[in-house]
C-alpha cells in the first residue's frame, strides 16, 4: 500500500513537499511514478523513478515541470517524495504515487499496478 500525505494550499511561486510512503513493501523494488488529476481531466504522469535494480535509469520528467520538480527516493524511510518549486496555479490536482515495473518516459498510468489514495495540491492565491 502506498499512502500520499502533504499536500497543502499554496501561493503561486511556493514550493512544497509531498509524500508517497509505502507500507508491506520495499519502496526500493518498484518504479514510483507521481501522477496528477485535475478535475474533470485524466490523470496524468508527472515524473518517475526506477526502482533500485534498474537504477541506472534516469528519472524522468514531464516538460511542464522539469526544473521545478524533484523526485526523491529515501531508502531509510521507505518513502519517495516529490519536491515541488516555483508552483503555479495549474499545478492545483489530486497528486497520487503508483508503483510498477518500470519508469518510462512515457509516463502512462496503466504503467503502473499500485496507487494511493492521494493528496491534495491546491496553488492559488
Known amino acids: 500500500e502506498f499512502v500520499e500525505s502533504g499536500g497543502d494550499l499554496v501561493q503561486p511561486g511556493g514550493s512544497l513537499r509531498i509524500s508517497c510512503e509505502a507500507f508491506g513493501f520495499t519502496v526500493d523494488y518498484y518504479a514510483i511514478g507521481w501522477f496528477r488529476q485535475a478535475p474533470g481531466k485524466e490523470r496524468e504522469g508527472v515524473a518517475c523513478?526506477?526502482?533500485?535494480?534498474?537504477?541506472?535509469?534516469?528519472?524522468y520528467y514531464r516538460d511542464f515541470v522539469k526544473d521545478r520538480f524533484t523526485i526523491i527516493r529515501d531508502t531509510a524511510k521507505n518513502t519517495v517524495y516529490l519536491q515541488m518549486e516555483n508552483l503555479k496555479p495549474e499545478d492545483t490536482a489530486v497528486y497520487y504515487c503508483g508503483g510498477g515495473a518500470f519508469c518510462l518516459s512515457s509516463l502512462q498510468p496503466k504503467e503502473y499496478d499500485y496507487w494511493g489514495q492521494g493528496t491534495q495540491v491546491t496553488v492559488s492565491s
Open positions: 523513478l526506477a526502482s533500485s535494480a534498474h537504477s541506472h535509469g534516469r528519472p
